[in-house]
């Protein structure tokens, strides 16, 4: 309790996207006392998964590891927005609601994952990340307990994963602008709402003999 409380916590001021990652699989093997947890990240753009933090996991395994969003495990998770095991596989195909092809390509993954459970984060209403845990160190079974706090932090993280999304967008375009800004090839003063200089360009130091500082 007291390691979620601080982690849910923390979260919410963790801005850094490899940051929020280092701290949430360090988070979920102190609280669920598992040995092996791996953080994926979704790129859209590429259509691919691929590990971006992990403990315990093996990294020349990790490096070659790349999963395709629209096949097994990711187009599951992305459809059925659940927490994906091994025994959920077995009971969609008794029931024919998964195919024979499907669960063997699903079970190869969770397989070079060496997962026990895979939780997928959602952010702005899609797959955005999946994180995969390992065996209890113990060798005790997952509770029903432990399945709805991962739930529950799966919803935490996924926000969190929002934040560091739109910090990083924003983060960007201050680059971009600030790279505008000085190729102007006249000086540029800024001047905000309370009367302070917010923005000033070479050219304009250069005219005025003064630094930018």
Same mark, same amino acid.
């Given at each position: 309790k007291e390691v979620f409380q601080k982690f849910s916590k923390v979260l919410a001021r963790v801005q850094d996207l490899g940051r929020l990652a280092d701290l949430t699989v360090e988070a979920m093997s102190e609280i669920f006392g598992v040995g092996k947890v791996v953080f994926m990240l979704v790129y859209k753009k590429e259509g691919l998964c691929r590990p971006y933090r992990y403990i315990g996991f093996d990294e020349g395994v990790a490096k070659k590891i790349c999963f395709n969003n629209n096949q097994s495990i990711m187009l599951w998770l992305a459809k059925n927005h659940q927490? %994906? #095991?091994? *025994?959920?596989? *077995?009971? *969609?195909?008794a029931s024919n609601t998964l195919g024979i092809r499907d669960a063997i390509n699903i079970q190869r993954e969770i397989n070079l994952l060496? /997962?026990? %459970?895979?939780?997928?984060? &959602? /952010?702005?209403?899609? %797959?955005?990340?999946?994180? #995969? &845990?390992?065996n209890k160190i113990t060798g005790k079974a997952f509770f029903d307990e432990d399945v709805e706090l991962l739930s529950m932090l799966a919803g935490y993280i996924g926000m969190a994963v929002e934040n560091a999304f739109l910090y990083r967008e924003a983060n960007l375009r201050k680059i971009q602008n600030e790279n505008i800004l000085e190729n102007i090839p006249c000086g540029v003063i800024a001047i905000n709402g309370n009367g302070k200089i917010n923005a000033f360009n070479k050219n304009a130091a250069r005219m005025l003999d003064i630094s930018s500082h």
């Open positions: 927490i %994906l #095991t091994k *025994e959920v596989v *077995e009971k *969609e195909v060496q /997962a026990h %459970l895979c939780i997928p984060v &959602l /952010a702005y209403g899609s %797959l955005s990340s999946v994180i #995969t &845990l390992g």
